[in-house]
């Protein structure tokens, strides 16, 4: 029945307009996660514990591999047009770092460019979001946010089970379980994602499916 | 009652609002975000919003202004005007965005001044429009206040 009383999911929000980090900060916490809003890249690199030129700030703790950020930060949703850096260079930044690769971080824009959403995709960003972000959008954040607290648990796991001499029978089927359970939670992502939308259609607008990227489990 | 009264009024306001094409669905999206817990909402987000246009507005007006005009300047506050009527719903004023950033994509001067004109209408229009909207926001939520 339930999953173990957990602390809120943790987002990060990045965007240089005012009224859109209120929306988002509104949207997110309507949501039920927690939200920090900033500005820019440069500030939200430096929120996840990492210099722009990519060094670990030397004062958060590099002990737990899990725990680089002083705050622990689930997920980073970021506006795509920024002056300075752009919501695709702070991803690849996260992308690059080894403390922060794991944190999924899904693309906002105002602009529906078919090019800039599939190098988005491409440089690892899960989810990319057509401006203005509905509540609708939200619902596809919590999946991503899950495969990780799971696949880090599943880490832990792992590492305890190797102090094992050898594999059991029921050990692989838990495995493969969980390989179909992630496989289930990324094709669910995978038909959500963001697709061409025609600007001016309101206010139904169609979401043909967007066939692409399947990331590799 | 007054309370019930006032309510009616801001909804024939905004639908009317609607009507005109002054907003647009999105404006909705963000009086469905106000509740009990955050009851100023969308008279923040106004504010922000209205605030934030007249800095731009003033910019576009300057570099506009100049004898040599710095087009991709013009584009990125453009952008940004265009951003912000986008996301509250402001849709006669994103219009008259688009607007200024075909001209300044065209390189046309006079153009941009005409459609900085334009903007400068309809956000003129929205303001006094939204004012309106904040004042019966500001007055159901004192009455609501002084009826618990």
Redesign the interface.
Known sequence: MGMAAESQFHVLAVDD????R??IE??LK?SSYQVTTVDSGSKALKFLGLHEDGATNPNTSSVSPNNHQEVEVNLVITDY?M?GMTGYDLLKKIKESSSLKNIPVVIMS?ENVPSRISRCLEEGAEEFFL??V??SDLNKLGPHMLKTKFKDHNQKREKQEEKAAFQSPKRQEQEEQHQHQQQLLQQQSNNNKRKDIEEGL??ERTRPRYSGITAAV | MALAALKTELKNFVQSMFEEGVL???FS??Q??QDSS?PN?VD??IT??CS?AERIITELNRYLGYQNVDFSKLD?YV??L???S????AHRLKLACVNLRQASDDRNKEGCVRALNLITREYCLLRSKFQIVIQLERSIIALETNQQ
């Not at chain 2, 986008?86 to 719903?89: F, L, Y």
């Open positions: 307009s005012i009224i859109d209120k929306l509104r949207l309507t047009c002056p105002s401006k203005p509905r509540l309101s206010p | 647009d669905s999105q999206q963000i469905a975000l955050n909402f923040e987000v922000s919003f934030d990125s952008h940004q265009k951003g912000s986008s996301s509250i719903g």
